[in-house]
């Protein structure tokens, strides 16, 4: 029987832990609790017979192997889900250069995306996250004996949809499927819950998880095993690893004053790359002991001897002594942030410190003794608990929960399997209700992390979901296209995280069908839906064509985001360059296509890109822009030769018409699918063969100009019908000069009418507004 666990995918560390008729903890195959997030790419030449040069190592392995190979050793992935490389906090990252692995826009993607570069390759953060998971996957397997195939997976409360739905992706490709997104207060809480109060008890907790990587709040209300979700804040760069810099820069400060060197930095960067390596990963080492160590002592000592040399070659040894006192001197900015943070979540759901029961925390950086100290100030030391095992806390609650959502679970009394929906054991009679109600999570009522907007049309935005709202939840409102002929409706949607518009997705959407006779635009009703992991789903329907409508998640970054920010760039540069309204109509139709091509680019389980859509749709956005350009419209040609067959068929030779009609096909074929030098060619082809209808265009301009009479002056259009059909009777009676006559007489007027509607430019049109 497949299982189900929970796992703590943490900065640093990650946990794993299952619950079946008690709670434990499950070892790597190390047979350590903790479990490095770290993934190193080690180019394995002997590989290439399996039709791979890159063999990845996760965990303590990779965290060792990185003194030898940090350029292609990564840590804190996590830091880098969902996130864009146009970041703040990953442009600091890159500017630093302490980063010792490459961090780069992916080829298939927008600035909305990043990837990492390791052993010469670029690879997602969910990418690299799966080779965590799917280490965890398979270590649980081996000490369970038994197929992991599910998992409640914890992130941090401030995760926004885009690092959730990362998430989500990278346990798909390690092979997980995703009972619930927790988050880590939340799982702490519970772990904390299940184990301290009674199925009577009552309180509010404020939980103050300070992990590795990020700083989570979150604010709770447990009652009966329920769990309410007042309000969430936190800030994801906020962690154990700021405080390991923070000591970092503080030991290389001391040395460069002991050795008189200017620019320590500079130093270590010059040095050979092993060494180099070697070096800042021993430092990396040495500080997190030292870190650790003084939880416990007022000093600790950070030795490395001969790792540096100086320019002259001359070894340089690090000897620091770290006292308590400088230590929390170092880190009070740090604490400051993240009492503001606390405060600032307490007047976001209006509460106030006196409302709050107990204080958890939980996360290894929580341990502190100058971290409890501020907490115990800010809410009274009578209310604050460290939780017993801060470190495996989120792991157990996420085990917990996995536990309770899974379909079949063990009879703490018999052992026996036994399904949710019992309520007495039919092996041995325990009353199964009655413990899951008093041992178990009986619900979790989740809030919405961020406000939820949708862009309108001027840089308008309009509120759609707001902070704290109870999950899961949907908002359904309708908006209007903004000109009556709109077929393409781009919708973005955005949240705001501390202050500043974070974009979480865009959908386009496409309306191949026109209103009769209706000078009205359309309305489109759009339904934003938040699942309880925070999780975002996009639904839009045409009000007047309820037939017409999609329901899919939001493009983040990836390959389909790239080339529908393509598309948005070349409708912009049409618009702004004044096309006529053939290019604007032919540019529409051709987007509408594109959509439907690029709908089909991103696998929505795995996110893998599917490249030969990719590809077409690529082609199809190239090929668009560069007829534009020019000004060529393969089917405005195409319907003015059908139009050329179907009036005057009779008058043109049979060879031509034959000729004329393998070259409709021929360029039909090529605008749908060939390349823009295909469907030029296919293009000029046809164009020859018209020109070689000699007078037979002369009609066909008097015929285009009633045509658009017909469209602009619907009174005038009798002019230029009634004028071919005397023509026509003229040439069937072989009047010669009568039918030179009238064309004399009614060219000039069908040129100024096409002169006046065809030099008309367009706009192609695709916001919406209240």
């Avoid at 919708?491 to 997705?505: C, L, T």
């Avoid at 045409?542 to 070349?570: C, N, W, Y």
């Avoid at 017909?710 to 259009?717: G, R, W």
């Amino acid at each position: 029987m497949a299982r189900s666990i929970g796992i703590d995918l943490g900065t640093t560390n990650s946990v794993m832990g299952i619950k079946t008729t008690h709670l434990e903890i499950i070892t790597n195959k190390d047979g350590e609790m903790l479990t490095p997030s770290c993934v190193s790419a080690k180019k394995k030449s002997k590989l290439l017979k399996f039709g791979s040069k890159t063999q990845f190592v996760v965990g303590r392995d990779a965290l060792d192997w990185m003194k030898q190979d940090a350029a292609n050793t990564i840590t804190a992935v996590k830091r880098l889900m969902g996130r864009n490389l146009g970041d703040p906090e990953i442009q600091k990252i890159i500017a630093d250069r302490k980063c010792p692995y490459r961090i780069a826009g992916h080829s298939r993607g927008t600035s909305n995306s990043l990837a990492v570069v390791l052993g010469g390759n670029e690879y997602t953060p969910e990418q690299i996250s799966s080779k965590i998971l799917g280490k965890l996957k398979s270590d649980a397997e081996k000490k369970l004996g038994a197929d992991v195939d599910f998992a409640v997976i914890t992130v941090p409360a401030y995760f926004n949809d885009k690092q959730k739905h990362a998430t989500r992706t990278a346990a798909a490709l390690a092979g997980l499927k995703v009972r619930r997104l927790l988050p880590e207060p939340t799982a702490a809480a519970i772990s904390f819950g299940v184990d301290t109060m009674g199925k009577d008890d009552a309180t509010t907790v404020l939980v103050f998880d300070f992990g590795g990587g990020t700083f989570d709040l979150s604010v709770l209300t447990i009652s009966g095993g329920q769990f309410i979700e007042q309000g969430k804040g936190g800030n994801m760069w906020l962690g154990g690893e700021d405080i390991d810099s923070a000591i970092m820069a503080f030991v290389l400060d001391e040395t460069a004053r002991e050795y008189g060197v200017d620019d320590i930095n500079a130093l270590i960067a010059g040095q050979d790359e092993g060494n180099k390596n070697l070096f800042l990963g021993e430092l990396k080492v040495a500080v997190e002991k030292a870190k650790i160590r003084l939880s416990d002592d007022d000093s600790a000592y950070i030795e490395l001897p001969a790792l540096l040399k100086d320019d002259d070659g001359d070894r340089i040894d690090i000897d620091v002594e770290l006292t308590r006192e400088r230590f929390d001197e170092m880190i009070a900015p740090i604490i400051d942030s993240t009492l503001t943070l606390t405060r600032r979540l307490l007047e976001d759901i209006h509460f106030t410190a006196d409302l709050i029961d107990k204080v958890l925390l939980v996360g290894g950086s929580s341990r502190i003794p100058a971290v409890v100290a501020a907490m115990e100030t800010e809410f009274g030391k009578q209310k604050v608990m460290l939780h017993e095992r801060p470190m495996l806390a989120i792991a157990e609650g996420a085990a917990i929960l996995s536990h309770r959502l899974s379909d079949t679970y063990e009879c703490p009394q018999c052992g026996k399997t036994v399904s949710q929906a019992d309520e007495v054991c039919n092996g041995c009679g325990f009353d199964l209700q009655t413990y899951m109600i008093s041992e178990g999570v009986f619900d979790i009522v989740h809030a919405a992390a961020h406000d939820y907007y949708i862009h309108l049309e001027n840089n308008e935005r309009y509120l759609l979901i707001e902070k704290n709202t109870p999950l899961p939840c949907e908002k359904t409102e309708t908006f209007t296209l903004v000109h009556e002929d709109q077929k393409l409706v781009h919708m973005k949607f955005f949240n705001i995280v501390n202050d500043k518009q974070e974009s979480i997705g865009d959908l386009w959407l496409g309306v191949e069908e026109k209103k009769n006779n209706e000078k009205e635009p359309y309305q489109i009703e759009i339904t934003l839906k938040i699942d309880e992991n925070n999780l975002v789903e996009v639904a839009a329907e045409v009000t007047e064509l309820p037939h017409i409508q999609l329901s899919k998640t939001l493009s983040r970054g990836k390959a389909d985001e790239k080339l529908f920010l393509s598309m948005e760039k070349l409708i912009d540069a049409t618009n702004q360059n004044g096309h006529d309204t053939y290019t604007i109509n032919d540019l529409t139709r051709r987007m509408l296509s594109t959509i439907r091509k690029i709908d089909l680019v991103i696998d929505p389980e795995t996110g893998e890109v599917n490249i030969p859509a990719y590809e077409s749709a690529e082609m199809q956005i190239d090929k668009a822009a560069r007829l534009a350009e020019t000004d060529t419209t393969p089917t405005s040609l195409i319907y003015y030769a059908e139009g050329a067959l179907s009036s005057f068929g009779p008058l043109i030779e049979e060879k031509d018409k034959a000729k004329i009609q393998k070259r409709i096909k021929h360029l039909t074929a090529m605008d749908e699918k060939g390349t823009y030098e295909e469907t030029l060619a296919a293009h000029d082809a046809l164009d020859s063969a018209l020109d070689k209808l000699g007078w037979i265009n002369t009609l066909m301009t008097i015929e285009k100009a009633g045509e658009c009479c017909e469209l602009h002056e619907p009174a005038k259009a009798s002019l230029f019908f009634n004028a071919l059909s005397g023509i026509a009777r003229s040439y069937r009676e072989a009047k010669i000069d009568r039918v030179s006559s009238k064309l004399e007489e009614i060219l000039p007027i069908a040129h100024e009418v096409l002169d006046q509607y065809d030099s008309q430019t367009g706009t192609v049109y695709k916001d919406i507004r209240r």
